[in-house]
């Protein structure tokens, strides 16, 4: 099957981007890696009236450190970030988790861009923005703002952007130094989207205690939850095997609530059960094993 018929724009400036699509408003869709959409527009499940392709906008591609953090162009592809030594440097989970996705051929044409704003609950990128509190920055007709990707991401391929905004980059803030990040994945088979992805960002505090713990879960067709507030109580607690048990026993709880509990919800739950535990000891540097550090 072909696509339906559309006009094809193809560009070179983030003004032209912006301008083009304020004046094309819902009618044009973009075109990054493609990596859904082309599938989409060759099924004929997408019928656009223009597709802008904005592969050429060199000011969109661009990993570069900044006093409060990292600052990645939305048209950065998937392995330059798994490549990057500047990402290594910064967010060492961010590098292991793009080095991850599918295969190499879809890492070489996917966008950091294109996967925040689709959104999918099981992809890489939207756990790790979530986990690390990254915010997008977005222009329009009307100018520039930022806002954080907790906002945005409402709901399973939903990211709610005003109208006429596009994403030009993706900030991460600087971590602090007593951070670990870790993350662990489960796939049914090998190359496909995860069926569970845990992350775990842990900060100490200066006796080893725990300062701050962020945990995300994507399994299921759900938004993946963020869950920070429901461990404030145990601030200033060890992590040891009895702190993680306790954690471990608290998200597998809340996740029970959004996957159900039928068979497979319950075989997502045991797996997840295993792979927290493995996250937060990893988290806690009891071990080296897990996605990141």
Known sequence: MKPAPFSYHRLQTVAELVGLKARLGDAAVILAGGQSLVPMLTLRLSRPEHVIDVNDIVEMDHILPEQDGLRIGALVRHQHVAESAVVATHLPLLRRMAGGIGNYAVRQRGTIGGSLVLADPAAHMPLAALLFDARLVLRSARGVRTAAYRDLYRSPLNCALDAGEVVVSV??????????????MFHVTAGSFPALICAVRLVADAQGGLAGLTIVVAA????????????????GVRPDAALRGEVVRRVVAHMGGLIGQDAAGRYLLSVLEGRMAMCLAGAAGDTKEGAGA
């Open 220 to 235: 299921g067709a759900v938004r993946p939850p963020v869950m920070e507030g429901m461990f404030d109580d145990l601030r």
């Open 171 to 184: 900030c991460f803030p600087r971590q602090p130094e007593a951070m670990r990040a870790v993350a662990e």
